[in-house]
């Protein structure tokens, strides 16, 4: 995930009040001590009222000052982190002195501090920052959101659409959530379990010139109380594209007490993952989901011991003691291809997901 330009200028106000003293406020005369703002991430939302306007400004902000002299900023969704620039403190002033990746320099004026809340001023504008400790931050926080291009293939067709996810534990308390697509396409969200929403219709990613443009999509999130904000993700022009369903060449062979399953990858890239599903026709029963899959593997054997995901139970004994051709069954396979820099062993991989075919295929048990 990736929110494009926003991260700049939050970052230093918020590192000019939390780095004053911890509880008092500014009274003119104390100086600068960043020792209180290092190493915390700091929260900004400039929520402009305009829900349903497609824009990237009012997106929220999240930075970090390290005490190397380094500014970070933090995608909000994606909870990736990327160089902002480096920054320099004038402790007698109470200012903070930018040095910027991308572009040239600036100066922050800490105005106002106390314990959690920071007030700066960065050309004529003041703004104020929440620590992740403070109670004014938590509804912040807990909450991702992920848009990926999702393509589904099986023998009768193959389709693509843009899947749109709002996931996190803070879910259950959102009032309402939407994706804003353009000025006159608004998706609204739904629950789809405790900790998901997903959009209510398909997304048809042609409508959006997807793939082949890159482009964000916006999320407007309302918890109540008039904590309303918006972030963005970005859906990438490099996606999994489509490709005929025999070209994966996927199947499976019961050996009575284990399962093989073999495919092929028929997409150029190498830095996809995969991951196995085994379950009933009707989808009701999920007798096995895997881990995630190195990259290049082309093989999965299960048995009844096979390691399941997280969350998930080994359940094929149920199959191994079905007679042959008394069953159907579905082998899914699951194409992964991460957002740039991503690993699937990185705990945000989840959230920051590039594109995802899915291959199925009803298989007799035999």
């Excluded at 105005?111 to 509804?139: C, H, I, P, Q």
């Amino acid at each position: 995930m990736e929110l494009k330009g926003l991260f700049v200028t939050g970052v230093l106000l918020a590192m000019g009040l939390l780095s004053c003293s911890d509880g008092d406020s500014h009274d003119g005369d104390d100086e600068l001590d960043m020792s209180g703002v290092l190493n915390k991430d700091l929260y900004y939302n400039p929520w402009l009222n305009n829900k349903d306007v497609y824009t990237t400004q009012g997106m929220v902000e999240v930075i970090r000052f390290s005490g190397d002299g380094k500014l970070w900023g933090i995608d909000f969704g994606g909870k990736t982190e990327s160089l902002l620039g480096t920054w320099k403190a004038k402790e007698e002033e109470n200012v903070l002195n930018i040095e910027y990746e991308t572009k040239g320099q600036e100066t922050w004026h800490v105005l106002d501090w106390e314990k959690g809340k920071f007030t700066v001023m960065v050309n004529d504008g003041k703004r104020e920052y929440v620590t992740a400790e403070n109670k004014d931050s938590e509804y912040l926080q807990g909450l991702t959101g992920d848009a990926f291009l999702l393509t589904e293939i099986d023998q009768r067709e193959s389709k693509t659409m843009l899947r749109v996810m709002l996931e996190g534990d803070k879910v259950p308390n959102v009032i309402s959530a939407q994706v804003v697509l353009s000025d006159d396409q608004i998706v609204e969200l739904k629950a789809d379990a405790n900790k998901a929403m997903i959009e209510k219709e398909t997304i048809d990613a042609s409508l959006l010139g997807l793939p082949g443009a890159e482009r964000d999509v916006v999320f407007y999130v309302n918890e109540g109380k008039g904590k309303e904000f918006k972030f963005a993700d970005h859906v990438y022009v490099d996606g999994l594209g489509k490709k005929d369903f025999s070209a994966f060449d996927l199947h499976s062979r019961n050996t009575g007490n284990e399962m093989t399953i073999t495919w092929k990858n028929p997409y150029v890239t190498n830095d996809a993952y995969y991951q196995i599903e085994v379950m009933s026709v009707d989808e009701k029963k999920m007798y096995f989901v895997s881990d995630y899959l190195p990259k290049g593997t082309l093989l999965k054997k299960v048995d009844n011991t096979t390691t399941c995901m997280a969350g998930y139970t080994n359940d094929m004994r149920e199959l191994f003691g079905s007679a042959p051709g008394s069953v159907s069954i579905k082998v899914r396979l699951s194409i992964i291809l991460l957002e740039p820099g991503i690993d699937i062993d990185s705990e945000c991989s989840y959230m920051n997901r590039q594109s995802v075919t899915k291959v199925t295929s009803i298989e007799a048990w035999n």
